[in-house]
């Protein structure tokens, strides 16, 4: 009796013994597995910000010129005509352009309402006017491989009919380099974390980064910084 009862009460032990190691292994893996969860989140909140930054810095913002929402520009010119252009932001959000329908000469604009048409990846993209009144000259080279978004790449020139009163309601100095800075966040805050070694290598963004963004919905992102995706 003694005997059985000292087996029984050795099995148990043993028993028990196993299922605390067992315990202790199943603990173990599964505080490894949350620990590896928890360090992959902190390196992703850690490489957003950093991409972030160094996106903000990326596009140029010239003093002469006076920006619109929807990311073209405008410039006064010593003759008194205004030249409007797409600004560095577009132009590498879009990429290579195909097509582009400019406005004809004789015809009048009015700031923010389409005035431009580019087809870009088989998409047609408008693009707004920063400013009202006739347009004076087109610039049939524009949007060109290469073209200086500020220089050569110009879209139309106008002859102003309310400047101060259109370049009231654009963005310029320090106002237009915080608005670009806070366009660039939003930006590439929406990419994938593959792409975000793209942002941390000290190189510059690609052209056609909505593609890299969206690549099957890229034409509504783009007309969201736009501002054409509700007109």
Do not use: C
């Not at 582009?100 to 087809?119: D, M, N, S």
């Amino acid at each position: 009796m003694f005997g059985h009862d000292f087996l029984s009460g050795y099995s148990a032990k043993i028993l028990e013994y196993v299922l605390a190691v067992t315990y202790l292994v199943l603990f173990v893996g599964f505080w490894r597995y949350v620990q590896g969860g928890k360090k992959a989140a902190v390196r992703e909140a850690q490489a957003r910000p950093e991409a972030a930054k160094a996106a903000a810095g990326w596009f140029e913002v010239p003093m002469e010129v006076a920006f619109h929402p929807g990311h073209t520009w405008a410039r006064m010119e010593g003759d008194g005509t205004v030249t409007v252009g797409l600004d560095e932001f577009g132009h590498r959000l879009l990429g290579e352009v195909e097509g582009v329908k400019l406005p004809a000469t004789g015809r009048g604009v009015k700031q923010g309402e389409a005035a431009v048409e580019l087809v870009a990846g088989g998409k047609e993209i408008e693009l707004l006017s920063p400013v009202e009144g006739e347009v004076v000259a087109a610039n049939g080279e524009a949007l060109g491989k290469g073209a200086e978004p500020y220089g050569g790449g110009w879209l139309f020139r106008v002859k102003p009919s309310q400047w101060r009163r259109s370049r009231a309601q654009l963005l310029e100095g320090q106002g237009a380099r915080e608005w670009m800075e806070e366009q660039a966040r939003q930006l590439y805050g929406r990419l994938s974390l593959e792409a975000v070694p793209m942002l941390q290598d000290g190189g510059t963004p690609i052209h056609g980064i909505a593609r890299e963004v969206d690549p099957e919905n890229w034409a509504e992102v783009a007309r969201e910084f736009f501002r054409t995706k509700e007109s």
